[in-house]
């Protein structure tokens, strides 16, 4: 029973060598979510700009909107004045 249970136990053996694949395992999963979440962080990042600047551009069509419609009420035929 001893030297099957020091074939598990001893340096180097199976319970060792186990312990040593999971710990890679473990680092590597660890690297890919940092990674992950520095993509994800930077995929952020260019939507709120993407996005920032279409709630910009929006405001700007609203304001032309809102000057030609200023500009075409006050010809005549348009917007009640004729």
Known sequence: ????????????????????VFDSRKDNITKEREQFERYMEGYEKNLRE?????????????????????????LPGFGGNG
């Open 50 to 74: 993407e996005y920032q600047a279409l709630d910009s551009m929006i405001a700007r069509m609203n304001q032309t909107m809102s000057s030609l419609q200023g500009q075409l009420g006050s």
């Open 1 to 20: 029973l001893d030297s099957y249970i020091k074939e598990y136990t001893q340096s180097g053996g199976l319970f060792e060598s186990k312990t040593d």
